[in-house]
T-cell receptor, first 111, second 113 residues
Framework: DTAVSQTPKYLVTQMGNDKSIKCEQN?????MYWYKQDSKKFLKIMFS???????INETVPNRFSPKSPDKAHLNLHINSLELGDSAVYFC??????????FGSGTRLTVV | KQEVTQIPAALSVPEGENLVLNCSFT??????LQWFRQDPGKGLTSLLL?????REQTSGRLNASLDKSSGRSTLYIAASQPGDSATYLC????????????FGRGTQLTVWP
């Protein structure tokens, strides 16, 4: 199936830990994104990568570090997790001029 | 900065009704306009994409229109069904390699039998 897949689907962790979320797309898109959906369900962009190059970094704390090993993968590493990081994180991809395809989300809970 | 507003925030209707969900955006220099559906605890499913040169798109019982000059898009749902219950999100894309989606806060739709 052509899709954007992200893992894990759920992540429960303690404050101060470091965790990673992985994302892969097999749609042949050039651009990949991380979006955050907060507790009020509002979606906002965090990062975008175009062909492995960071394009958008939307005033996200530097505890969040994206990494794109190739244009089909975009991972998100979070250091020193805080309670306020609890949210749903969505990976997405697009091609220029086309629509966006989203993954199913990773629900991160920091306790 | 692009701001996207969706009205109403919530809608509860009996099945069979024809519905209108509204979306407005402040910067008319958008590239594409995309409507998504989100079920509780789930991801985003793309419903309709209105590309730069288009004014509307249709898929089954759904029809979306786009008027860039007035900064508005409308999603029509015909003959609503309980299975249509979900949150509907409107998102504007600025296009180019700096593309990003600016989302509205959604319309939470409940269709009861």
């Amino acid at each position: 199936d052509t899709a954007v897949s992200q893992t894990p689907k759920y992540l429960v962790t303690q404050m101060g830990n470091d965790k990673s979320i992985k994302c892969e797309q097999n749609l042949g898109h050039d651009t990949m994104y991380w979006y955050k959906q907060d507790s009020k369900k509002f979606l906002k962009i965090m990062f975008s990568y175009n062909n492995k190059e960071l394009i958008i970094n939307e005033t996200v704390p530097n505890r969040f570090s994206p990494k794109s090993p190739d244009k089909a993968h975009l991972n998100l590493h979070i250091n020193s997790l805080e309670l306020g990081d609890s949210a749903v994180y969505f990976c997405a991809s697009s091609r220029q001029g086309g629509g966006y395809t989203f993954g199913s989300g990773t629900r991160l809970t920091v306790v | 900065k692009q701001e996207v507003t969706q009205i109403p925030a919530a809608l509860s209707v009996p099945e069979g009704e024809n519905l209108v969900l509204n979306c407005s955006f402040t910067d008319s220099a958008i590239y594409n306009l995309q409507w998504f559906r989100q079920d509780p605890g789930k991801g985003l499913t793309s419903l309709l994409l209105i590309q730069s040169s288009q004014r509307e798109q249709t898929s089954g019982r759904l029809n979306a229109s786009l008027d860039k000059s007035s900064g508005r898009s409308t999603l029509y749902i015909a003959a609503s069904q309980p299975g249509d219950s979900a949150t509907y999100l409107c998102a504007a894309d600025r296009g180019s390699t700096l593309g990003r989606l600016y989302f509205g806060r959604g319309t939470q739709l409940t269709v009861w039998p």
